[in-house]
């Protein structure tokens, strides 16, 4: 059969857009019967062999158009489990959940809300998670036979030497580079998710209480929350950090390359998957830093 990935292909360059085009390039190069539908919101020329559409339109494509197929989602939403619920009576689908912030709401809910939650799981052929601790939620409405722990990591085919004449410049100042990122920033139980309010206050102890001569990296090519960005500008220039954080605002498509000149990555979300990030990092030989929030590979301390 046919095979159909559903989710957002680059740009915008995201975790899970980013292993959606590397999916794509894996299936590719197996020579697979396959097609992309690129249901991210910005609405982008890309590749011919990338259907853009609106989610809506996704669903109508699924459910009238297409042959029985292996349907392959990579976004998920209350608003569209009963859509992918009709879609598997067609389809055979496969669904893969990349954090842990939809299962984790699932202990909120009552037994008649999971019990129809468990229903429109029901005919999905295979749930895949990142890790144990969104197996064990997953489990909540999903059989566990049906659910497969497997990391979202798919190398870059080549790591390109980092061209960005700022970050270099930087990188030829400072002993020490740090290195982070988020597709956005974004909140999770009133928090900071990627934890950028942590990362300046460690660069102020660093810098201004160690005297340590280090410099951070923020990989942030969609700001998402202005007015808190603006807060975070702020803080940094009031810890006198300006020349010592750098937020890069413009995408790279391949986080390696800035990984890889890195001396640390660090990874301060408080909830998370299985981070590419972190995978990326420790392919190329950086030490990673991360939270505890969930299991972290093997290396990451």
Same mark, same amino acid.
């Given at each position: 059969?046919?095979?159909?990935?559903?989710?957002?292909?680059?740009? @915008?360059?995201?975790?899970?857009?980013?292993?959606?085009?590397?999916?794509?390039?894996?299936?590719? $190069?197996?020579?697979?019967?396959?097609?992309?539908?690129?249901?991210?919101?910005?609405?982008?020329?890309?590749?011919?062999?990338?259907?853009?559409?609106?989610?809506?339109?996704?669903?109508?494509?699924?459910?009238?158009?297409? $042959?029985?197929?292996? !349907?392959?989602?990579?976004?998920?939403?209350? $608003?569209?489990?009963?859509?992918?619920?009709?879609?598997?009576?067609?389809?055979?689908?496969?669904? %893969?959940?990349?954090?842990?912030?939809?299962?984790?709401?699932?202990?909120?809910?009552? $037994?008649?809300?999971?019990?129809?939650? %468990?229903?429109?799981?029901?005919?999905?052929?295979?749930?895949? !998670?990142?890790?144990?601790?969104?197996?064990?939620?997953?489990?909540?409405? !999903?059989?566990?036979?049906?659910?497969?722990?497997?990391?979202?990591?798919?190398?870059?085919?080549?790591?390109?030497?980092?061209?960005?004449?700022?970050?270099?410049?930087?990188?030829?100042?400072?002993?020490?580079?740090?290195?982070?990122?988020?597709?956005?920033?974004?909140?999770?139980?009133?928090?900071?998710?990627?934890?950028?309010?942590?990362?300046? +206050?460690?660069?102020?102890?660093?810098?201004?209480?160690?005297?340590?001569?280090?410099?951070?990296?923020?990989?942030? @090519?969609?700001?998402?929350?202005?007015?808190?960005?603006?807060?975070?500008?702020?803080?940094?220039?009031?810890?006198?950090?300006?020349?010592?954080?750098?937020?890069?605002?413009? @995408?790279?498509?391949?986080?390696?390359?800035?990984?890889?000149?890195?001396?640390?990555?660090?990874?301060?979300?408080? %909830?998370?998957?299985?981070?590419?990030?972190?995978?990326?990092?420790?392919?190329?030989?950086?030490?990673?830093?991360?939270?505890?929030?969930? +299991?972290?590979? +093997?290396? !990451?301390?």
């Amino acid at each position: 059969m046919k095979i159909i990935l559903v989710g957002p292909y680059p740009p @915008p360059f995201g975790g899970v857009s980013i292993h959606c085009k590397r999916l794509h390039t894996y299936l590719n $190069k197996k020579n697979l019967i396959h097609k992309m539908l690129d249901v991210a919101k910005i609405q982008i020329k890309k590749a011919d062999d990338i259907k853009q559409m609106s989610e809506i339109h996704m669903i109508m494509q699924l459910i009238v158009f297409e $042959k029985k197929s292996i !349907v392959h989602i990579h976004i998920f939403s209350i $608003k569209l489990l009963f859509f992918i619920y009709l879609i598997s009576f067609k389809h055979k689908v496969l669904i %893969t959940l990349h954090n842990e912030r939809f299962l984790d709401s699932l202990i909120q809910k009552n $037994k008649i809300s999971l019990y129809f939650l %468990t229903i429109m799981f029901s005919n999905l052929y295979t749930v895949i !998670v990142m890790n144990l601790k969104c197996k064990k939620l997953a489990e909540l409405i !999903v059989e566990p036979s049906k659910i497969d722990v497997i990391s979202g990591f798919i190398p870059p085919e080549i790591v390109p030497p980092l061209t960005d004449g700022e970050i270099l410049s930087k990188r030829r100042l400072h002993k020490f580079m740090i290195a982070s990122n988020a597709w956005k920033i974004r909140f999770y139980k009133d928090e900071d998710l990627y934890g950028i309010d942590l990362l300046i +206050e460690l660069m102020n102890h660093l810098v201004n209480q160690k005297n340590i001569d280090a410099v951070l990296i923020f990989l942030l @090519p969609e700001i998402g929350e202005n007015n808190y960005y603006n807060t975070l500008l702020e803080k940094i220039s009031y810890y006198n950090l300006n020349q010592k954080f750098l937020f890069i605002t413009k @995408p790279m498509e391949i986080g390696s390359s800035l990984w890889k000149i890195s001396d640390l990555v660090i990874r301060a979300t408080n %909830t998370d998957g299985s981070s590419i990030s972190i995978l990326e990092a420790l392919d190329v030989g950086t030490p990673v830093l991360a939270s505890n929030c969930v +299991e972290r590979p +093997e290396g !990451v301390s």
